[in-house]
């Protein structure tokens, strides 16, 4: 089975995390918050503190891993901030894998972050798809359907893992 490293592991990022490890595979769950370790292991994955401004926090969970789910679609903050986490931080982390055992990306293209911010994730993804020959699969559910969206999110971890 597979280890999928999901970046933004809140409450949709648990529920993911559950359904993979119900299925066989290994999850770790990234938070910010110290605090927030206890419900990331509650959902039965590995819990680390990584903040996605700071991909030098996050490089040290991608060890093992098969699958990276950035789940940012909801992300909050300062706008310029938000905007980095489906721009340059995504950019330089899709660079960064290429030489790592990760085989592929899941990217969520949805939720409620300026959709110009999502597209251009998107697009982001795709390149780095093409450029690397790295299956990409895009969640493009609206996150405020639970249930769509978790089926859609583990679509798009086994198209990757399948590829």
């Known amino acids: 089975m597979a280890r999928a490293l ?23 769950g ?15 994955a590995e819990a680390a503190v990584a ?5 030098g926090t996050l490089t040290p969970s991608l060890e093992g891993v098969s699958v ?14 938000v905007a980095a986490l489906h721009g340059p931080r995504l950019e330089s982390m899709l660079e960064a894998i290429v030489d790592t055992p990760v085989r592929g990306v899941v990217y969520e ?13 998107a697009a982001l993804a795709r ?9 990409v699969e895009l969640i493009v559910s609206d996150p405020a359907g639970h249930d769509p969206w978790l089926e859609a999110a583990v679509g798009a971890v086994e198209a990757v893992l399948t590829r």
């Open 6 to 28: 999901i970046v933004g592991c809140g409450c949709r990022g648990q529920a993911l995390a559950r359904t993979l490890t119900a299925a066989g595979h290994t999850a770790r």
């Open 68 to 81: 990276l789910c950035w789940l940012m679609g909801t992300a909050g903050g300062q706008p310029e901030a």
């Open 51 to 55: 903040d996605p401004d700071r991909l």
């Open 127 to 135: 390149r780095a798809a093409r450029t690397h020959r790295m299956p």
């Open 30 to 44: 990234t938070t910010r918050n110290a605090e927030c370790l206890a419900a990331i292991e509650a959902a039965g």
């Open 109 to 121: 293209a949805a939720g409620s972050v300026d959709p110009a911010c999502l597209a251009g994730g």
